[in-house]
């Protein structure tokens, strides 16, 4: 209830439609990935990537987060769920984006789930998606790749499976009056898009400025519910999910040869004359 | 030979350089198909015929332009069915992923996003090449099940013409009211700067911090080169160049023959955009900074004297 209706009791019965409309429930689909100045590698046994390092919260799902709680706090009402699907250490990245202030998170954690790929994953993110909503979702909101993956597909695929409208790289969002609409800042034109809800809209990292978690935040986190659901809980066939239902393999990997060391000047005059010498060495003139 | 679709990336029928590499490549795999959603076919046929297109597929559905990626992954979901092709190579950029996303769901079929190159394998079927991990591995992959939908990155390779008839045929695909649930409402086009466009550019220049916000030498160096410019975050937040050049994890991410960035320090989510060019130049005060670890050739100084002087030295030498 907002301020005016406290104060006038009545507007609440006259406004229900509108207050409706802006009660929002905001699931936020966040993944848990590994730190990106950690040292990657690929597990010799079976070609899939070695998971064993600290990881956190997407930095890009963080503005996804930041959206939701900024239309809900616009609103003066509404909830923000978070939903991960990942290795029981993905808690973390449930952790923060309830310390940023969520109010419930789902951890979908199963060991079938391993070595899943983008086709299973966001099969199995769909289902979460529905079962916390009800089956009827309003708002999903997305980041708009993770930073390890970085495929960007996901948002789509949910889109696909929930049968929602996919409005993507927003750098603005506003929703009301039962759409949204965001502005993209496409390659050739800054675009204005719009959707009716319910409808699924990833973000950019131009949409907001993620806030940190509060003292307060931290502390309140620690009681807010996060359910665990298994595939079973979801009614997904663990047969479908996981590396050997993986509808991609990786044959094989190699790490590079680091690069080699260039060549490096240092400008004593001359340097800009060096650096044209060397571009037409190379034919690039 | 089974056939091999390839979607167009086009704007009212004028081609990205994209649609060309993928024809290139397709034709290791099969008999390529260009896929064409929107108007302006007759404009590209000559070119989907000269870079090796038996078929040319038209949808030419005045909407599509209007509408996000929906569309086009139903009409090629259609067009699989009806021509249970070898592969389907989309471009590997923000719209081409999706559409293979969506694609992916409804044909049942995995995903390859991101190769920097396709093959044959020793079955025949489709291998891919990604560069992951900030280009510190070398993955090959391949689609195990349904019809292997792979995205391939701008300027992977080489294009080459192999002319073929490019026989137009049009199709007639419906395009469900699903599809048209997402609306372009509104266009704002970005002012023209003549510079070619910077996924397709052989040459990318970039400037970061360093310039201080002042990107004239930048753009001089450029256009001597003929090349597209690029920013990095840093400089496309302090609002110095527009978000649509930016380089980077989310920014573009290009390949060219030639990268030069200046003062730039190289930070990963920097080099997730441009590690795969072939050619690395930076030029930075700073020879601590971690871009020199890239380099193929790298001027310790400052960006306001080297590169007016390599400009100059530039136009020079091309007369
Ligand atoms: C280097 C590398 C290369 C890969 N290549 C391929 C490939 O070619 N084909 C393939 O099918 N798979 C591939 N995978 C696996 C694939 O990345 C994962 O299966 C992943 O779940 C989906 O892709 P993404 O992380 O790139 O997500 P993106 O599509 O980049 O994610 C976008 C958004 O979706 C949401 N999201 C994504 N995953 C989750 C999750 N687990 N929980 C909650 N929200 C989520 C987040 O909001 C995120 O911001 C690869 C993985 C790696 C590490
Ligand atoms: C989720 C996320 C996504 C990101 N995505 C991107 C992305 O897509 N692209 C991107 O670029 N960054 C991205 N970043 C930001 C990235 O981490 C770096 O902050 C950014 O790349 C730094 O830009 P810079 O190199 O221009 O600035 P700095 O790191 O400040 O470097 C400036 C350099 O200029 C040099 N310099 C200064 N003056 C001169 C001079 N006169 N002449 C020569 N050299 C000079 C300095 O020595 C220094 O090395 C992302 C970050 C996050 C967290």
Sequence with gaps: MDADARREPWRETTDRRKEDEARMNIVVCVK???????????????????????????????YAVEEALKIVEAAGEGEVTVVTVGPGAAADALKKALQMGADKGVHVQDEALHG???????????????????????????????????????????????????VTYAS????????????????????????????????????????????????????????????ADLGVDAGDVGLDAAWTAVVSFAKRPPREQGQLVTDEGDGGTKLAEFLSAQKFL | MAEVLVLADHAGGRLRKATAELLTLARRLGEPSAVHVGPGADTAQKTYAKYGAHKVYVVDDAD????????????????????????????????????????????????????????????????????????????????TTGTPIICVKPNSAAIEASPEAGAVESVDVTISDAAKAAKITDAQPKKATGR?????????????????????????????????????????????????????????????????????????????????????VAVNKDEEAPIFELVDFGVVGDLFSVLPQATAEVKKRKG
């Design chain 2, 196 to 280: 070619p466009e910077l996924t397709e550019a052989a040459i990318v220049v970039s400037g970061g911090r360093g310039t201080g916000g002042d990107f004239s030498p930048v753009e001089e160096f450029a256009d001597s080169l003929g090349a597209a410019v690029g920013a990095s975050r840093a400089a496309v937040d302090a609002g110095w160049y527009p978000h649509s050049n930016q380089v980077g994890q989310t920014g573009k991410q290009v390949s060219p023959q030639l990268y030069v960035a200046a003062g730039i320090s190289g930070a990963i989510q920097h080099r997730a955009g441009m590690q795969t060019s072939k050619t690395i």
């Design chain 1, 172 to 231: 603005e969002l506003t929703v009301g009056d039962g759409k949204v609409t965001i502005r993209r800042d496409g390659d050739t034109a800054s675009e204005t898009i719009e959707a009716s809800l319910p409808a699924l809209v990833s973000v950019t990292d131009q949409i907001n400025e993620p806030r940190y978690p509060s003292f307060k935040g931290i502390m309140a986190a620690k009681k807010k519910p996060v359910e665990a659901w298994s595939l």
């Design chain 1, 116 to 166: 899943s790929d983008a086709v299973a994953t966001s099969l199995v993110l769909a289902k979460a998606v529905e079962k916390a909503t009800d089956g009827s979702p309003e708002l999903v909101l997305t980041g708009m790749s993770s930073t390890d993956g970085v495929m960007g597909v996901v948002p789509a695929m949910l889109a696909e499976r929930l049968g929602l409208p996919q």
């Design chain 1, 32 to 62: 848990y990935v590994p730190d990106a100045q950690s040292e990657r590698t690929f597990q010799e046994s079976d070609n899939t990537v070695d998971r064993a390092v600290d990881g956190l919260l997407s930095e890009l799902d963080e």
């Design chain 2, 64 to 143: 599509a332009g209007s509408y996000l990626v929906a569309p086009q992954a139903e009409v090629l979901a259609q067009l699989i069915e009806k021509v249970s092709p070898a592969a389907v190579l989309i471009p590997s950029n923000a719209a081409g992923k999706e559409i293979a996303a969506r694609l992916a769901i409804k044909s049942g079929s995995g995903l390859i996003t991101d190769a920097v190159d396709v093959r044959a394998g020793d079955d025949g079927a489709p291998e891919t090449t990604q560069s992951v991990f900030a280009g510190s591995y070398t993955v090959t992959a391949k689609v």
